[in-house]
Structure formats: structure tokens, C-alpha cells
């Protein structure tokens, strides 16, 4: 046993160096043939023809060149921008060349009466929105109250509001005197109810009812969308329903609320427009009364088109910047500025190279 064990030892050694010799020795020079390894004339032709400099491989563990990666290039978008180009070069060239006597719209876009109506148009919308906001709360409110009056009555003023058209609307509140003649509070005031309903009151009053109803649905979506455990932590901790609602629900659903009410106002700032109807003298009206009596009906509606744009811009702006501060502290990173958007686009345009 003694002799069996140096013996194998003995013998084991020998066979074992030559393996080990016998294999090392291809490995080797296996390894060093791939690591020592120049670019050949096919792989010179394949990195000429991608534009790529070819990775060589070098010994001892050396690190590899970098390559030159280059952004892929989007053609798509360029085809897409230049038809949309040619659009509006047509579209331009079209108007330009048409029936339209552009000095008359240059003329009459400061005038008086258009800019008076311009007025009257944001003092209506702004009125009407702040009739639709507190509205709508309320009646937000009361449909979800557990009172089943409270709440069919809410659901019964949005269903009709909502399912009429605002023309509609307006016509009704304007031939109100036909049903009620006379506009009567007991003992405190008493009129014809045609002396009441000016134009100005019936456009306050078919705007405002009409977004009512519908910041009614937009208030309920926010107020919904506010977790359950805040309600009952604030309960938990004293509050009333009316402070619960002040102090903690408001406050978080005004980041849902906020959005679509920016778009009812824009909305609310074209709609604006169907008063004319009721011949209240706001944008468009003070517009068809110039072109009423210059014929230049064009012209007028280029002048009216040219403040709404300039209103809607304006207040989209500001929804815009309203939006983002709302969304501090909900979103990772706050939306990109108009601003901050055009330089992002123009640095996509120069495509650099990018070295890894």
C-alpha cells in the first residue's frame, strides 16, 4: 500500500505534465493567433462600406477602439414635414391670391367697435366661467350626496344642460318673457320680464348654466379621483364634511380638475360667439355690423378669426404653465416648455456622433 501510493504519484505526474504539455501548446498558439489578428482586405471592404471603423482586438487584455455610433435618421419625419410644408405654401399662396381685400382686414383689426367687442367677449367668458366653476362644485356635491333629492335633482339640471345645445339654450332664455311676462320677487322687486332679460343677462345666463353642467362632471371626476383614506383619515381627525372637502379633497383633485377646465374655458371663449344671436354686441357681432355695412364680409371674419386666435393663444399659454405646477411632485419630470421643446427638436437636426 505504501509502494502503491508514491507509484501512482510517480507515474501520474509524467502523464499529467504531458497532457498539460500536449494541450497547452495548440491553446496557446490558438489564442495568440486570434488575439494578434489584422483586419483582412473582406473585412476592410465591410467597414468601408458601413461607414464604421472595425473593432481590433489587441493583446495582453487592451481595451478595443471605440466606435463611432450614429444616430439613425428618421426620413419618415422629413417627408412627412415637407408635405406639410407644401400644404401650407398652397394654402398661403390660395388666400393670397384670392377675392380678399387684405388692407381692409389691416384696417379694421384695431379698430374701435372690434376691439369693444373683443372686450365684451372675454368680460361674458370669464363671467360665465366663474357662474360654471362655482356651479359646478355644487352641483358636483350634490350628486354625490346620499340624498336621493339633492342628488336627482343634480343629475336632472346635467341632463338637460348637457343634452341641449347651447343655440338652444340661448333662444329659450330669450323668449322666457312668452311663458313668464312678469319677472316678480314678493315684496322686493317686480318688472317685465323683457326689461329683465337683456342680452347681456341671457348670454350670462345660457353660458354660465351650460358649463355648469359640465364642470359639474369635471369637478365629480376629480373629487373621485382622490383616495377614500384621505376623507376618512380627516374624519378620523375632527373635521366636518364641508372642512374635509375645503382642506383635503379640493386641494389634491385640483390636479385632475385643472386640465380639462383649461380646455372648457377656450371652448367657452369660442362658444361666446352664438350670442350673437340674441344681439349682444360682442366679437363676432360687432364683425357681421362693419360687413353689414362695408360688404366686406371676408374681411370682417379674417378680423374676428384674428382676436379669437389671439385670445385662445393667450390663455392656452397660461393653462399650460398652470398645468405644471399643478403636476409638481405627481410627475418624475416636469412637461417640456414650448420653449425647451423647439430647442430639443432643432438639436435633433445636427445628428452628432456619439462616441462609446
Known sequence: ????????????APQDAAAAGKGAAPADAKGAATL????????????????????????????????????VRHYGRY????????????????????NVRWATVGDYITDGNILAGAGRTLMISVISMVIGLVLGVVLAVMRMSKNPVTGGVSW??????????????????????????????????KDEMTDVMTP?????????????????????????????GQTEAAHALGMTQTQTMRRVVLPQAMRVIIPPTGNEFINLLKTSSLVAVVSYPDLLRSAQII??????VMEML??????????????SVGQYYLERRYARGSLRALPQTPWQKVKANLSTLRRPEVAR
Not at 500500500?1 to 501520474?12: I, S
Not at 412627412?80 to 391670391?97: D, Q
Not at 346635467?158 to 320677487?185: H, M
Open 1 to 12: 500500500m505504501a509502494d502503491a501510493t508514491p507509484g501512482t504519484a510517480k507515474g501520474g
Open 36 to 71: 494578434t489578428k489584422e483586419p483582412t482586405a473582406g473585412d476592410a471592404g465591410d467597414a468601408g462600406g458601413s461607414g464604421r471603423t472595425p473593432r481590433v482586438a489587441k493583446e495582453d487584455g487592451d481595451s478595443s477602439e471605440p466606435i463611432r455610433a450614429i444616430p
Open 79 to 98: 417627408v412627412s414635414g415637407a408635405l406639410v410644408l407644401a400644404i401650407l405654401v398652397w394654402l398661403v399662396s390660395a388666400f393670397a391670391g384670392g
Open 156 to 189: 336632472l339640471f346635467i341632463w338637460f344642460f348637457r343634452g341641449t345645445p347651447v343655440y338652444v339654450q340661448l333662444l329659450l332664455w330669450y323668449s322666457l318673457s312668452l311663458i313668464f311676462p312678469i319677472f316678480e320677487i314678493p315684496f322686493i322687486y
Open 200 to 228: 347681456l343677462v341671457v348670454a350670462l345666463l345660457g353660458l354660465g348654466l351650460n358649463e355648469g353642467a359640465y364642470m359639474a362632471e369635471i369637478v365629480r371626476a376629480g373629487i373621485q379621483s382622490v383616495d377614500q
Open 291 to 296: 360687413s353689414g355695412r362695408t360688404y366686406a
Open 302 to 315: 379674417f378680423v374676428a378669426s384674428f382676436w379669437y386666435l389671439t385670445l385662445t393663444s393667450i390663455f
